[in-house]
T-cell receptor, first 112, second 114 residues
């Protein structure tokens, strides 16, 4: 079952610009994670934010979480062509026995 | 290096055939998963296993079967009962814990029905 919905479905920006992707979910969560998938490859974990955290940074990544709005955003600053990929959010809900529920992803294209 | 190995990378299946996708991990993870991904879509859970000799159906288990005889291995069989098996299949593993269930993925296997 899919709980997360990413917005936008696709995003195309120039290299050097910032990219922002959003994720909304439906139920209360323990934490929310973001993953990256290069075309035809497996997913790679980027960052995890817990339900009691509001913001987290990792290198050029900044994640925010608003549990009152059941939403999260992923900001990639100073984008590079190598950031071209699909980005997925995944939530770990209280009832789910640690099973992750995945969004449909945002396809990000960085134009050189 | 530790990781998850899926094989084959590309597999073609004729109508009516069963095929098995291999997944091996050397991360010493208890939990393993199989996901299906259709083009441009998200991940859908087929089966998961939290311990050896035990597994549970995910959201789309019909037409698939799995086994977990060893901790490091979780093969997926796509049976002839799966009517639309052409997709990208991802195996994954993790150590589920309350602080977060971070999933590690293999590189995926492409299955095409010919």
């Amino acid at each position: 079952s899919q709980q997360g919905e990413e917005d936008p479905q696709a995003l195309s920006i120039q290299e050097g610009e910032n990219a922002t992707m959003n994720c909304s979910y439906k139920t209360s969560i323990n934490n929310l994670q973001w993953y990256r998938q290069n075309s035809g490859r497996g997913l790679v974990h980027l960052i995890l934010i817990r339900s009691n955290e509001r913001e987290k940074h990792s290198g050029r990544l900044r994640v925010t979480l608003d549990t009152s709005k059941k939403s999260s955003s992923l900001l990639i600053t100073a984008s590079r062509a190598a950031d071209t990929a699909s980005y997925f959010c995944a939530t770990d809900a209280f009832y789910s026995n640690y099973q992750l529920i995945w969004g449909a992803g945002t396809k990000l294209i960085i134009k050189p | 290096d530790g990781g998850i190995t899926q094989s084959p990378k590309y597999l073609f299946r004729k109508e009516g055939q069963n095929v098995t996708l291999s997944c091996e991990q050397n991360l010493n993870h208890d939990a393993m998963y199989w996901y299906r991904q259709d083009p441009g879509q998200g991940l859908r859970l087929i089966y998961y296993s939290q311990i050896v000799n035990d597994f549970q159906k995910g959201d789309i288990a019909e037409g698939y079967s799995v086994s977990r005889e060893k901790k490091e291995s979780f093969p997926l069989t796509v049976t002839s009962a799966q009517k639309n098996p052409t997709a990208f299949y991802l195996c994954a593993s993790s150590v589920p814990k309350a602080s977060g269930n971070t999933i590690y993925f293999g590189e995926g296997s492409w299955l095409t029905v010919v």
